[in-house]
């Protein structure tokens, strides 16, 4: 697509304006679930702010769908963007083609790629371990037979989930739960196929590199 084109210029105007409102969305959702004293009122409006800014993130979507012209091909071709208004504690995922900007500066990336991946997937992971951690306890914390009594559980439980460790120790008993477990797993599989491919990748152009220059004064 044309980097002048309509769709361009508005996801450059508003990447970071939204990118702030799901950090934000992701306070609030957090506020809710850990601050269980919380008088109703402040509930309430943590509750609002929520709405307020899905709808934002819909109306963004929907400026995207509209200047791209794609119909609904727009879908399968924006597949971050659609996950992340269907499940918009994902949203801070978006500091992937964010942060990629950044580092890109005037157009030539200012780190390699083997550290730009293993940066993005170390950026998911804490943000989907703490997204999970976050929706696994408020689904979790008052199921009959939970092992999870306390945030830290659940945090354990996302870092041992996303890791592929899996102890054993905590695990969620109910449906929501463990759906969520899945999609947290299949995530973490992916992020260390990443980082360790990455890795791999780049160990082997170095062993390479060395390989080919050979030995000094040979």
Do not use: K, N
């Not at 689904?139 to 460790?165: C, I, K, N, Y």
């Not at 980082?195 to 780049?202: E, I, L, N, P």
């Amino acid at each position: 697509m044309d980097d002048d084109s309509r769709t361009a210029r508005w996801g450059q105007d508003t990447e970071i304006p939204l990118f702030v409102a799901a950090l934000v969305f992701l306070a609030a959702y957090a506020t809710r679930v850990l601050a269980t004293g919380l008088p109703e009122f402040w509930r309430d409006l943590c509750w609002f702010v929520m709405l307020a800014l899905w709808l934002v993130f819909v109306a963004d979507y929907a400026v995207r769908w509209r200047l791209s012209g794609q119909g609904p091909r727009f879908v399968a071709g924006h597949v971050l963007l659609t996950v992340v208004v269907v499940l918009p504690l994902l949203r801070p995922l978006r500091i992937v083609p964010l942060y990629d900007e950044v580092q890109r500066g005037r157009g030539q990336p200012r780190v390699s790629l083997y550290a730009r991946v293993i940066s993005y997937a170390g950026l998911s992971t804490l943000i989907l371990g703490f997204s999970g951690a976050l929706t696994v306890y408020q689904v979790e914390r008052g199921a009959p037979g939970t092992t999870m009594h306390t945030f830290g559980d659940a945090v354990w439980w996302a870092a041992s989930t996303l890791s592929t460790v899996g102890y054993g120790d905590v695990v969620p008993v109910t449906v929501l739960g463990r759906a969520i477990a899945i999609v947290m797993m299949a995530c973490g599989l992916a992020l260390l196929g990443a980082v360790t491919g990455s890795f791999s990748a780049w160990l082997m152009r170095t062993f390479t590199r060395e390989t080919d220059e050979g030995p000094p004064g040979s």
